[in-house]
């Protein structure tokens, strides 16, 4: 069956560093490839799609890439600050839905 | 402009009774998405709505959730008989229409509670 799986654990990242979160998937050829944020007690927020033929999305201190061999996602975040403390969920196109991984909390320490 | 709104916020229920939540989508947005999210879980598909068409209803846990759409406009999302197990925070979706690459836009939820 379709899978997908984001680190389940909180992570941890000193405010200044890079944050890197990880989107893989199973039995599955998305299109497409979705980021989004989500505070607590609100719903989603979309960041960044990213299309098969691309490798790689920028977005001010966001960076996505797409590795359809290695059925991976990497979601990067530069210069990180205390403010990008969330939970970040990825979503992959099937057909019409969007199907979506349980999401990676990230912590940014000061 | 206005995005997508639900209420109520927040619904407490007793097991046995029968809830029913409302979604505003963003106007002019042709698909309409439910979904249900589990507290460190990810969001569970329930039903979407697009334009005229039959609603895909594939997602719905049981025969005791139901969801309506009116006008093309405003979604509510029934479920009789509550349960336990029915608690989650419930989100609304809307995009301007159902294909991978568009955006869906979240309403900030109604957190069901079932004693």
């Known amino acids: 069956s379709q899978k997908i799986e984001q680190n389940s654990e909180a992570l941890n990242i000193q405010e200044g560093k890079t944050a890197t979160l990880t989107c893989n998937y199973t039995?599955?050829?998305?299109?497409?490839l979705q980021w989004y944020r989500q505070d607590p007690g609100r719903g989603p927020v979309f960041l960044l799609l990213?299309?098969?033929n691309e490798k790689e999305k920028r977005k001010e201190r966001l960076k996505v890439t797409f590795d359809t061999t290695l059925k991976q996602s990497l979601f990067h975040i530069t210069a990180s600050q205390p403010a990008d403390s969330a939970t970040y969920l990825c979503?992959?196109?099937?057909?019409?839905?969007?199907?979506w991984g349980a999401g990676t909390k990230l912590i940014i320490k000061p | 402009g206005a995005g997508v709104s639900q209420s109520p916020s927040n619904k407490v229920t007793e097991k046995g009774k029968d809830v029913e939540l409302r979604c505003d989508p963003i106007?002019?947005?042709?698909?309409l998405y439910w979904y249900r999210q589990s507290l460190g879980q990810g969001l569970e598909f329930l039903i979407y709505?697009?334009?005229?068409?039959?609603?895909?209803k594939s997602g719905l846990p049981s025969d005791r959730f139901s969801a309506e759409r009116t006008g093309g406009s405003v979604s509510t999302l029934t479920i009789q008989r509550t349960q336990q197990e029915d608690s989650a925070v419930y989100l609304c979706?809307?995009?301007?229409?159902?294909?991978?690459?568009?955006?869906?836009?979240f309403g900030p939820g109604t957190r069901l509670t079932v004693l």
């Open positions: 979706a809307s995009s301007l229409n159902i294909a991978g690459t568009d955006t869906q836009y």
């Open positions: 106007s002019g947005h042709t698909a």
């Open positions: 709505f697009q334009g005229n068409s039959a609603p895909d």
């Open positions: 039995n599955y050829s998305p299109a497409y």
């Open positions: 990213i299309r098969e």
């Open positions: 979503a992959l196109d099937s057909n019409y839905q969007l199907i």
